[in-house]
């Protein structure tokens, strides 16, 4: 795993392929809370990425292990639960 003390706020999330997830509001605990405007339809919250999807910070920009759009189906709720299998 990186080393989350190198994780700034609005700092570009960004899949192994290089497409924007979102951008980082701040870290908390082991997770990385990204900014209201990144939650798509949820934009009345806050997602969260598990910092085990980190796998490098270089530069302004903390890469993942997945491409984004898998990266997107493992964003969290604030209480942990995976927002893929959240039920309106």
């Given amino acids: 795993m990186a080393d989350l003390s190198a994780i700034k706020e609005h ?3 960004i899949g192994a392929d290089g497409v924007h997830l979102g951008t980082v509001d701040k870290v908390e605990g ?4 990204l900014t209201r405007a990144d939650s798509g339809s ?3 919250h806050h997602h969260y990425i598990s910092a085990g999807l980190v796998a490098e910070v270089e530069g302004d920009k903390v890469r993942l292990s997945a491409n984004a759009a898998n990266a997107a189906l493992l964003e969290e709720e604030e ?3 995976a927002i893929a299998d959240k039920r309106d």
């Fill in 30 to 33: 082991d997770r990385i809370k």
């Fill in 42 to 44: 949820h934009a009345d």
């Fill in 11 to 13: 700092m570009d999330v």
């Fill in 79 to 81: 209480g942990g639960g």
